[in-house]
Nanobody, 125 residues
Framework: QVQLVESGGGLAQAGGSLRLSCAAS????????MGWFRQAPGKEREFVAA???????????NYADSVKGRFTITRDNANDTVFLQMNSLKPEDTAVYYC???????????????WGQGTQVTVSS
């Protein structure tokens, strides 16, 4: 069974940090784009960041403007895990964060075919 399992969510204060992890199982996503999306109550799911291998030891990343300079996406291809380091958190970062796998690092939700169940991130002011 193909699964993406997120972890690392929780409560943080504004200005603080959290690190999310997403582990793949059931198949390898090493050559796939891996993305993070988030969805706040009453809002549509929105793109956060994505990463894909672009060479033997190189990766390409894509970020939403709202998180550039604060969030960093990385991946450990050997262990089929992707991470999202979130620094300088703001209350507006509060949302359920989802990990997803697709063929590229597009910001479009439709570009990803496998999704995790999500992990809650709450940032207090």
């Amino acid at each position: 069974q193909v699964q993406l399992v997120e972890s690392g969510g929780g409560l943080a204060q504004a200005g603080g940090s959290l690190r999310l992890s997403c582990a793949a199982s059931g198949r390898s996503f090493r050559n796939y784009g891996m993305g993070w999306f988030r969805q706040a109550p009453g809002k549509e799911r929105e793109f956060v960041a994505a990463i894909i291998r672009s060479g033997t030891n190189y990766f390409s990343a894509n970020y939403a403007d709202s998180v550039k300079g604060r969030f960093t996406i990385t991946r450990d291809n050997a262990n089929d895990t992707v991470f999202l380091q979130m620094n300088s958190l703001k209350p507006e970062d509060t949302a359920v964060y989802y990990c997803a796998a697709g063929l590229s690092i597009t910001a479009r939700v439709q570009g990803y075919g496998v999704w995790g169940q999500g992990t809650q991130v709450t940032v207090s002011s």
